[in-house]
C-alpha cells in the first residue's frame, strides 16, 4: 500500500471520529435542556461535556496540522505524478513513432509493450500480443538461442546484440537485428527487458545480391573494365587481366582505347558519339602473333538518377575458337565446292589444255592462292628425273612462269633432293618459303612464293609429277585438312590423266587394227569424191533387207536416216574430204527394208593422191542397234546412280550440317538457360527491393525519386535482357529444328511454315545484310511430306535465289492451299533466267551460274524430291526482273504411298 494511501485512510477515520463526538456532545446537551429535575447530574454532565471539548479540540488541531501537512505532501506527489505523466506520454510518442521495432517484455517473457513498427512488420495489433510470450514470432530452429539470451538479460548479464528471424502473421520471415537491455527496480532486481531492433531483411538480401554481383563480376569469363567518363580504366576483372596480360598498374588510370588499336578505337569511338553505346567484333594484336586474339566487345555507359553520366562498362569475350571454327568451316565449304568444280570440270570432253586448266582454276579459287600449275615428269639423258611446268592458272595481276627456262627443265638431282623423296614417297612437301632448303628456298623467292604445298600426282602405280600450289600473300601453315583435301584433287587428276591415257592408247589401237576391222562381218563401202556409193559389202544386205545395187552410184545421203544426213555429211566432207581434225566415226540411222530405224558406226579413210587430193574413201560400217541400246539402258541406270549418289552425299552434308547445328544450339542453350533463369531471380529480387525501398521514403521524397528512376532503368534492362534471351531461345529452336533434316520419315501432320522458318534461320546471316523477306503464308493445313527433304529443297531454292540478286533485293514466300494441294512459291528480284534455258534448269551439271558458284545439282536434286512426293515443282522467270518458283506438294502424300505399298 502506498503512503499516500495510508494517509488518506487515517484523515478519513480521524474524520469520522470527530463527527461521532460531535454527535454525542450535541445529544449530551439537548437532555440536559430537557431534564430540570436532574441538577446534580446536568453539571456532572456539563464537566465532561467541558472535557470531551477540550479532546475534540485537541484532536482537531492535530488532525489540522496533519492535514496541512498532507496537503502538501500530496501537491508535491501531484506535481512528481504531473512530470511522470508527461515523460511517460514522452516516451509513448517516441516508441510509437520511431522507426525501430520497440518491444518490452516481463520477467516471464511476456509481452507489455509492442510498438507501431513491430505490428507493422509482425501484421499483429498490441492487443493481439499483449500478455503472450515472445517466442510467439519466434522459428522453431532458433528458439533455444534467443530464450538463453532472454534469461540472461533476466539474470543481470549487460546488454547484447543479436540477430533472429520473427514470423509474421502471413507466414513471412524478417530477420532483425536487436539491441537488449534490462530495466532494474531500486534493489537491482531486473523488472523488465527491453529489445530495439531494425528489420534487415532487405538489407541482408541486398548486401547477398551484392556479393553474388562481385562474384560474377570477379568470376565471369568475360573481360569486364569499367571506365569514368573520360574513358580512363578505373576496375577490371580477372578475366580482363588474362586478355591483355597486363598487371593493374599497367591498366588503371590509362585510356581503355589505348588497348584496343587505332582502329578499333576509332570505331568505338564513332559509335560512342553517334549512339551513346557499341557492340562489336575486332580483332587485338597480329592475328598470327601469340597473344593475338578476336573479341565480341559491348560497351554502354551507366547514368545517375539524374541523367547524368558516371561510368562507361565494357564487356569484352574471347570469340578466337569460335571465329576459327567459322573459318574452318568456310574453308571446308570453300574447298568442296573447288573439288566440286574441279570434278565436274575433268568430266568434260575436250583437249586437254582446256580441260585441266579449268580444273585447277577451280582449285586456284578454293585455295586462295595466287598461282596453280601441274609439274610433269620426264627422263633426260643427261640430268635424269626432270620436272617440267605442264599447265599453270594464275590469279588476276599475277604472272605465269612459262616462259621461265628453268622450270621447263628442273633436274630433281640438283638441290632437290628433299623434295624428290617426299614427292616420291607419296607425300606431300612444302610449308613457309623461310624455313625450306636452301635450293628451293631460292628458287621461290624469285619468284616472290611467301608458301609453298606440292602434292604427288601418281598414275596407277607411276609417279607423274605433282601439283603445287603458291601463296605470293601471306605465310600460311598448310592444315592436314587442306591438304588432305588437295591429296583427292590430285587423286582425281591423276585418275582423270590415267583415262585420257587409257583412251588414246585405245585410240592408237584402232588405228593399228583398222584394216583388221574392216575385213570383219561389218558393212565395208566405199564412196567417190562426190559422195556417191562405188562399193557396198553384201552384209549391207544382212542389215538391211536392201539389195547392194539398189543403192550403188546413188549418194550416202539416200541411205542415211534424214535426221541424220546433216551430221554424217558434215563429217564426211569436212572431217574426210577436208582433211580437218576431229572424231573419225559418226554415228548414224537408216531404215531397213522393214521399216525399222538401225543404228550403225561408221569410220572411214580418204585415199588421196600424189598431191594429196582425195580420191576414193574407203569406210566400214558396225551395226550397233543392239549395243546402242544396251548403252542407252546403262547410261540410264549410271544416271540414276550418279544422281542417287549425289543425293547421298547432299543427304551426308545436311546430315552433318545437322549434327553442327544441333551441337551449337545444344552449346548455346545451355547458358542461355541459365541467363534465363538468373533473369528472372534478379527481376524478382529487384521488384521487392524497390518495393521495401518505396515504403520506407515517402513519394514527395528525393531518395523516392531516385527509387522509382533506378527502377525504371533496371526494368528498362531487364525487358532488353529477357527480349535478347526470346529472341537467342527461338533461334536455337529453329536451329534444333533444322537439324532434323537428316531425318528419312514420313511427318504425317507436318507444319510447312516451320521447315520455311527454320531454313530462314539457317540462311538468315546469308541474306541478313542485303535481301528483305516478305513472308505471305495462306490457311495452309498441316499434311504428310518428308520434311526434312522439303527443308533441303527450300535451302537450294532460297540459296538460288540469294545468289541471283544483284546489290539489294527481296525474295517473297506465298503459300496458300488450292484443290488439295499445297503451293508453295519463291519470288526473288534477281536477273533472271534466259528464257532458253528454262527447259535444262532442272537437268542434273545444268547452271546458269559462273565457274566455281554452282555445280549444277541443287535444282536437279530438288526436282528428284517433288517428284517422290508426287509433286511438281514450276518456274517462271523474265530477265531483269526476277523468278518465280513453285513447288506444288499433295496434301495426301500419305495415302498415295500407302496404295502404292498396296499395289507393290
Known sequence: MSKETELRERIEALESEITRLEKVNEALMNRVERSTDAAGSAYSLFETNILLQNTIKEHTGRLIEINHMLQREIGERKKTEEALRWERNFVDAVLEVAGALIVVLDRKGRIVRFNRQCEKVTEYAFDEVRGKPFWTFLIEEEMEKVRNVFEGLKAGEVSSQAENYWVSKTGEKRLIAWSNTSLNEESGKVQYIVGIGIDITEMREAEEKLKLYSRIFMSSSDGIAITDPEGIIIERNPAHRQFLGLPDDAVIGKPAMQFIGGINAAKVMKAIAEDGRFRGEFELGDKDAERGYCIDLSLFPIYNEVGDLLYYVGMGRDITQRKRDQEALAARLRYEIGLAGCSQALLQAGPLDEIIPNALQHLLSATEVERAYIFENFEDPLDGLCGRLKYEVCAVGVEDEFDNPLLQHLPYRESFGPWREHLASNKPYGGITRNLHHGLRELLQQQGVLSIIMIPIWINEDWYGFIGFDDLDQERDWTQEEVRLLGTAADMIGGFLARRRAAEALRSSEQRFRMLVENSNNIIFSLNPEGAFTYISPKFEDYSGFSVEDFLGKPVSSMIYEEDAPVFMDWLTKRLLRGYDGQQNVQGRFLDKNGK???????????????????????????????????????????????????????????????????????????????????????????????????????????????????????????????????????????????????????????????????????????????????????????????????????????????????????????????????IEFSDTGIGIPEDKLDKIFDPGFTTKGVGVGTGLGLSICYQIIQEHHGDIRVKSKVGEGTTFTVVLPTNLDKILGEETGKK
Open 597 to 823: 530405224l538401225r543404228w550403225f558406226v561408221s569410220n572411214a579413210s580418204v585415199v588421196r593422191d600424189e598431191e594429196e587430193k582425195p580420191m576414193e574413201i574407203i569406210g566400214v560400217a558396225h551395226d550397233v542397234t543392239d549395243m546402242k541400246q544396251a548403252l542407252d539402258d546403262l547410261e540410264e541406270a549410271n544416271r540414276n546412280l550418279h544422281q542417287t549418289q549425289v543425293q547421298l552425299i547432299q543427304s551426308e552434308k545436311m546430315a552433318s550440317l545437322g549434327m553442327l547445328v544441333a551441337g551449337i544450339a545444344h552449346e548455346i542453350n545451355t547458358p542461355v538457360g541459365s541467363i534465363n533463369s538468373m533473369h528472372n531471380t534478379l527481376v524478382r529480387a529487384t521488384d521487392k527491393l524497390f518495393g521495401a525501398l518505396k515504403k520506407d521514403y515517402s513519394e514527395d521524397s528525393s531518395n523516392y525519386a531516385m527509387v522509382e528512376s533506378m527502377s525504371e532503368i533496371i526494368g528498362d534492362a531487364n525487358q532488353v535482357i529477357q527480349s535478347a534471351v526470346e529472341r537467342v531461345t527461338t533461334i536455337v529452336r529453329r536451329l534444333r529444328s533444322f537439324a532434323r533434316l537428316d531425318e528419312a520419315e514420313l511427318h504425317e501432320a507436318a507444319d510447312i511454315h516451320e521447315g520455311l522458318e527454320d531454313t530462314l534461320t539457317l540462311i538468315h546471316h546469308e541474306i541478313k545484310h542485303n535481301i528483305k523477306v516478305n513472308r505471305m503464308y495462306g490457311d495452309v493445313p498441316r499434311f504428310a511430306c518428308f520434311l526434312g527433304r522439303m527443308n533441303q529443297v527450300f535451302v537450294n531454292i532460297l540459296i538460288n535465289a540469294k545468289q541471283a540478286i544483284v546489290g539489294k533485293g527481296e525474295i517473297t514466300i506465298t503459300t496458300y492451299h488450292r484443290d488439295d494441294k499445297v503451293y
